[in-house]
């Protein structure tokens, strides 16, 4: 059964960097292909940023490009989200998703498997 367990969110100022990481468990991490998306209260998710199986091609979503960067260790079955130059409105809950597939879905009924979030706040 295919796990996923999100850390590193927290509480950080506009401006600042944070780095959050994805643990995968339960089948070849090489297999799928994995995302983060992020869900403030009252809204659907949204596309962050995904990675394809071997980690050579990336999509971003329209808010985080450029300041934001997706990165995978197939060996240890990780996956992380770099984020720099915080703004208050990336305040969310952020999800790692995957899916065994050797595209790369944009959207959330392509991923089977999502991990329970991990909450970031950029106070102003």
């Known amino acids: 059964q295919v796990q996923l367990v999100e850390s590193g969110g927290g509480l950080v100022q506009a401006g600042d960097s944070l780095t959050l990481t994805c643990k995968f468990t339960?089948?070849?991490?090489?297999?799928?292909?994995v995302a983060w998306f992020r869900q403030a209260v009252g809204t659907g998710r949204e596309f962050v940023a995904a990675?394809?199986?071997?980690?050579?091609?990336?999509n971003y979503g329209n808010n985080v490009e450029g300041r934001f960067t997706i990165s995978r260790d197939n060996d240890k079955g990780t996956l992380a989200l770099q984020m720099k130059r915080l703004y208050p409105w990336d305040t969310n809950v952020y999800y790692c998703?995957?899916?065994?597939?050797?595209?790369?879905?944009?959207?959330?009924?392509?991923?089977?498997?999502w991990g329970q979030g991990t909450q970031v706040t950029v106070s102003s």
């Open positions: 998703a995957a899916a065994n597939t050797g595209l790369i879905p944009v959207t959330t009924p392509e991923y089977a498997y």
């Open positions: 339960g089948d070849t991490f090489s297999n799928y292909a």
């Open positions: 990675i394809n199986r071997i980690g050579a091609t990336t």
